[in-house]
Structures are given as structure tokens and as C-alpha cells.
């Protein structure tokens, strides 16, 4: 998992800034060439697959958000107070 990584949180977090900023030059193969690059050598195959993953969810959810598609507050409290006791 990409949590056992040892690479900081907060540049993992800077790299998706940049990312999402760049996101509408770059094809999908360079999005994901770019955050390869920036894991540490000693990465894994799967915390490869989880970043793929995290990439396209995160994009996936900035357009549904650009798109109006998102659930209002009170809604996401109705829909989550039956699983958060």
C-alpha cells in the first residue's frame, strides 16, 4: 500500500497539485508517467497500481465536481448516518 512507502505525505500532496493543475495539457499516459516518477525507486508494484488508482479517482471526482455532480452536505449526512454511529 502506498502508505508503507516511505515518501512524505506532503510532497505526494504537492505532486497531485501539480497534477490537477496540469491536467488539461497532458494526456493520460503523460498523468501517469509523471506521478510514477515522482515515487521513490524502491516502490512497489502494487503502490504503483494504487497510485494509477488515486490519480484517476481524484480526476474522476474534479470533473463530477466541475460538472455540478456532487451531494449537498445534508444529504451526505442522511446518506452517512446509518454507517457512522
Known sequence: MISDTPFSILNFVNKMIIFVRYKLIMTTKEKIINGIKNLPD????????????????????????????????????????????
Open 42 to 85: 524502491t516502490v512497489s508494484v502494487d503502490d504503483i497500481l494504487d497510485q494509477i488508482m488515486l490519480m484517476e479517482k481524484i480526476e474522476k471526482g474534479i470533473d463530477q465536481s466541475n460538472k455540478n455532480q456532487v451531494v449537498p452536505d445534508d444529504e451526505l449526512d442522511k446518506r452517512l448516518g446509518k454507517w457512522l454511529v
